[in-house]
């Protein structure tokens, strides 16, 4: 019974939301007339003004062409592979941390940047993946996690002042939009720390 309750893992959820990006973007390629996707799902500041709070989320999921949702999938998986340690037991943590990181993402961008007026696909939820992860590394003992932190958060600064490289502008057909990774940074930090506060607290009063 024990392994059967782990028979789902996090590679089952990476396949979930790979297909649904995948669908969702070719739903949009085809017939675009018929039913618009980006036209209804994608994050847009100022129909989410109107109330249409659903773009928050779904905007994660979509993307502007094949490159960008190759490039987002691929990172996707490699992180969730990287830091598989903290997922592969209880793999309801990665999916919680997943929601949580794409609906913080969307608040974060429509509270403190306005001027953002459009937005599409999963950076900025990947780097706060890819901190979350770290945090947990550096909690488990593991001094790999401070360099992978380092390292996300000079990549995030500089892309501050200096903006994105042209190639990968050029590659995903529009401006990248650092923001969203500042945000997913800054969203992936809290997230670790009110994980590792509630953890810290549920062993508290599970030892006492």
């Keep these: 019974m024990a392994k059967q309750s782990h028979s789902v893992g ?3 959820f990476l396949v979930v939301i790979s297909v649904i990006c995948i669908l969702l973007f070719a739903a949009d390629v085809p017939t675009p007339a018929f039913f618009p996707i ?14 249409q709070v659903w773009r ?57 940047y306005p001027s953002l007026k459009a937005y599409v696909g999963l950076s900025g939820m ?44 050029e590659l995903i057909g529009a401006r990248v939009a650092t923001e969203s990774h500042l945000v997913g940074l800054i969203c992936g930090l809290l ?3 009110c994980w590792s506060f509630v953890a810290n607290r549920f062993k508290y009063n599970k030892l006492s």
């Design 10 to 12: 996090p590679y089952h």
């Design 38 to 51: 980006d036209h209804y799902f994608s994050y847009r500041y100022d129909d989410i003004a109107q109330g």
């Design 56 to 112: 928050l989320f779904s905007g994660n999921l979509l993307h502007t062409n094949l490159w960008h949702l190759l490039m987002n999938l691929a990172g996707f998986w490699v992180i969730v592979f990287l830091h598989e340690v903290h997922y592969k037991r209880h793999p309801e943590k990665l999916v919680l941390l997943f929601v949580c990181l794409c609906l913080l993402e969307g608040v974060g961008l429509y509270l403190f």
């Design 126 to 169: 990947l780097h706060g993946l890819f901190a979350f992860g770290a945090m947990m590394d550096i909690r488990k003992g593991y001094y790999s996690g401070y360099l992978l932190l380092v390292g996300v958060i000079a990549k995030v600064a500089y892309e501050q002042y200096f903006g994105a490289t042209e190639s990968v502008t």
């Design 191 to 193: 997230c670790a720390l």
